[in-house]
């Protein structure tokens, strides 16, 4: 399967800022997908990276405070905007591997706001 | 969309005996079902999963059934062991859609 760099791992963020998070995998894929995972929660799918076009973003989230960047089939950026406290989450990365529909997921990156 | 229920959220054996999670799906269209378990820290990593077509799948202590006349499917875990210990996630699958079930943390005594 895929392997997926995730990072950063975690960061502590103050209340306004922004944070971009990369994703790197170590083979082209298709398919890119950001979760994200609120503590003791489950996978919330946030938005499918799509390769040269606008991500496509769920219910919920939008481009604004999640901005993501595809600029081709082995990398990807979530970027989480002008941060509150609710924002602090694991955000992880995934990707659709060799498998169909099988999904691979990063380390993720855990993000404190203060 | 798509609405995956899990149970239950928490589990608790005792090693050696069988663990069970259960899931119910919404859209008849889902044809991809996966289990995931995530350690604590860690990340969500696949165990098992089956599609539409097949009704039952097995992995050594790990088998998953299905039945699609009902949308649910269960997971189910032969002679615990304490390693077994964590939090695991169904799925259900609509073309590259996936949904999660909210986890059921299982715990192993030994």
């Known amino acids: 399967s895929a392997v997926i760099s995730q990072k950063p791992s975690r960061d502590i963020c103050q209340r306004g800022t922004s944070l971009t998070i990369q994703c790197q995998v170590d083979s082209q894929v298709t398919m890119m997908f950001w979760y994200r995972q609120q503590p003791g929660q489950s996978l919330t799918l946030i938005a499918t990276a799509n390769q040269g076009s606008e991500a496509t973003y769920e219910s919920g989230f939008v481009i604004d405070k999640f901005p993501i960047s595809r600029p081709n089939l082995t990398f990807s950026t979530l970027t989480v905007s002008n941060m509150s406290p609710e924002d602090s989450s694991i955000y992880l990365c995934?990707?659709?591997?060799?498998?169909?529909?099988?999904?691979?997921f990063g380390a993720g990156s855990r993000l404190t706001v203060l | 969309g798509e609405n995956v229920e899990q149970h239950p959220s928490t589990l608790s054996v005792q090693e050696g005996d069988s663990a069970v999670i259960k899931c119910t799906y919404s859209d008849s269209a889902s044809n991809y079902f996966p289990w995931y378990k995530q350690e604590l820290g860690k990340r969500p990593q696949l165990i098992i999963d089956?599609?539409?077509?097949?009704g039952e799948k097995k992995d050594q202590r790990i088998a998953v059934t299905l039945n699609k006349t009902a949308k649910h499917f269960s997971l189910h875990i032969t002679e615990t062991q304490p390693e077994d210990s964590a939090v695991y996630f169904c799925?259900?699958?609509?073309?590259?859609?996936?949904?999660f079930g909210a986890g059921t943390r299982l715990t192993v005594k030994p």
């Open positions: 799925a259900a699958t609509v073309e590259n859609d996936m949904r």
């Open positions: 089956i599609r539409s077509n097949v």
């Open positions: 995934s990707v659709q591997g060799t498998g169909a529909n099988v999904l691979t």
